[in-house]
């Protein structure tokens, strides 16, 4: 349980949550034939109700053929399209939440608006929906990357990869510095196109490094170290921030908190429920996203824990192994976790931008 939470007047205790959709299926995920969704606690990051959707069963299509029913431990429990699949779990966990003396009060989601909806008219409490920050961060590139492709500018600076990648960045270190003050985080969104063209009046010296030191100030990472210019570019930019910083945008980018955890959830799951197999058709499906489940809670070690309650002593390799895949997980966690590893990485990163780049302008139109 959170710290300091407090029950409310039907003794329920609210918990912060993220909750997504998962689809055994590469590419087009929206029409595979299983799903799995799950509820995680932001405080904990531990799945706190997962639940899974089947559309096939092999068993009862064979009887069917044959026209005799077979007895089995049948999986399918959804018709109708995959989409629906992801509102349907989710009202069904905010739903039950009760029963155990929690409500999903505050649910952090992708930008899609159909399960919100879904979840205000089924659910009998109140909730409030905060962004997920990492997609917001990765719509507001592909807009940005939109407003390149589409208008000109003339007169105007080139609104490059590079241009993009700075104004992005700004955004995300604009959020992450005014965490939890919508407030200061609106004024600050709309100080990041004045400053990218060099008009530091509204800046704040706390971040801003021109007001620190006017005379050696170059932005570093715009081309030439130059000031953006253009006053057409400028208006687009400044309207397209602006939408961001409206007091309801704002108030829910201020958490700035992300389902990340749902991805990594979702990444072990797959792990176990491969896609590039069918397992839907039967009961395997469900085991194996369970297990999945369990790997993300217990970490490795839900093997010899499952073993040891159905009665079975796990055996010496199968303990050291468990141990040794924890060990590895953790250290990795760690050393992900440092920041000359979030550096490298963004080097990195910037260095595969760059070379596709040059091999674009080099290979010129190809298709
Ligand atoms: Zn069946
Ligand atoms: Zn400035």
Known sequence: MEAGAECDSENLVGVMCSYDMGWQKRGKAHNSSTGHGAVLGVA???????????????TCTASKRQNKPTPHDCRRNHCGSSKIMESDVACE??????????????????????TFSHLKTNVPYGLEKISDFIHTKRSLNTRLYNLSQRQKFPNSSVLSQKVVNYLVKCFAYCVHQHKNQPEE????????????????????????????????????ELPYGKDLHGSCLQQALQDLFSEYASPTVASKLAPCLDSQRNESLNGTIGSKNLKIRHYGGSESSDFRTACGVAQHNEGHNFVCKTLIKTGINPGPHCTSYQQKQDQKVSADKQRKATKKFKIRRRQLRLNRIQSTVRNENREGLSY
């Open 185 to 220: 985080l609106a004024k600050a969104i709309q100080c990041i196109v004045p400053h990218a063209f060099g008009d530091h009046n509204k800046c704040d010296i706390l971040w801003c490094r021109y007001k620190q030191n006017p005379t050696e100030y170059t932005h570093h």
């Open 93 to 114: 966990h905010f739903k039950r939440a009760p029963a155990r003396g929690i409500k999903y009060d505050k649910y952090i989601g992708d930008d899609d608006s159909t």
């Open 44 to 58: 904990t990051g531990k799945v706190l109700d997962f639940a899974t959707r089947n559309k096939t069963c092999r």
